[in-house]
């Protein structure tokens, strides 16, 4: 129900539905045109994107991301739930290079090569074992892994792709 893109200069541009403030303007209304997001760094990676939130990877390697937050997807504790706007980064004592955002929750991948999920996990979305709350937060690490290349946070699952082309 959104779009994001990210131009030439290194600027995202957002537009369309924004009931969950996902267009990242800093308002709810619906966005006909491509926007500016509301964030000041130099932008390096525009992660894959959900129909409620996005993520994006800065210049400095920290992570951030907006949108609908009811499962803690958007990396930001919320008790009652509801909008985060783009105000703080994503555990910013890390350095990331990948970023994916679900319908409900968000797969990374931090410099080291390890991988780390949050938010909805009702479906084992997270790949922690059958053991794992339905909700992630903080984000923790999925397994031991320190060579994931890709991932994808599809609806209701996640894959990831490991150096010399193993796919999970």
């Given at each position: 129900?959104?779009a994001c893109a990210l131009d030439e200069s290194d600027t995202?541009?957002?537009?369309?539905?924004?009931?969950?403030?996902?267009?990242?303007?800093?308002?709810?209304?619906?966005?006909?045109?491509?926007?500016?997001?509301?964030?000041?760094?130099?932008?390096?990676?525009?992660?894959?994107?959900?129909?409620?939130?996005?993520?994006?990877?800065?210049?400095?390697?920290?992570?951030?991301?907006?949108?609908?937050?009811?499962?803690?997807?958007?990396?930001?504790?919320?008790?009652?739930?509801?909008?985060?706007?783009?105000?703080?980064?994503?555990?910013?004592?890390?350095?990331?290079?990948?970023?994916?955002?679900?319908?409900?929750?968000?797969?990374?991948?931090?410099?080291?090569?390890?991988?780390?999920?949050?938010?909805?996990?009702?479906?084992?979305?997270?790949?922690?074992?059958?053991?794992?709350?339905?909700?992630?937060?903080?984000?923790?690490?999925?397994?031991?892994?320190?060579?994931?290349?890709?991932?994808?946070?599809?609806?209701?699952?996640?894959?990831?792709?490991?150096?010399?082309?193993?796919?999970?």
């Amino acid at each position: 129900s959104s779009a994001c893109a990210l131009d030439e200069s290194d600027t995202v541009y957002c537009w369309g539905a924004n009931d969950d403030g996902q267009v990242g303007v800093g308002t709810v209304d619906d966005v006909g045109t491509p926007s500016p997001i509301l964030f000041a760094l130099r932008v390096k990676r525009l992660g894959d994107s959900s129909f409620s939130h996005h993520c994006l990877i800065a210049a400095d390697d920290s992570l951030w991301c907006w949108g609908l937050n009811t499962e803690d997807q958007v990396g930001r504790m919320d008790p009652r739930g509801g909008i985060a706007n783009v105000t703080s980064p994503v555990m910013p004592e890390f350095r990331w290079r990948e970023v994916s955002a679900g319908g409900g929750h968000t797969l990374a991948i931090r410099e080291d090569g390890t991988l780390w999920c949050w938010g909805r996990n009702t479906s084992d979305e997270c790949g922690l074992g059958e053991d794992a709350p339905g909700r992630i937060f903080p984000p923790e690490q999925v397994g031991v892994e320190q060579d994931w290349q890709r991932v994808s946070a599809p609806q209701r699952g996640s894959c990831g792709l490991r150096s010399g082309g193993a796919l999970f």
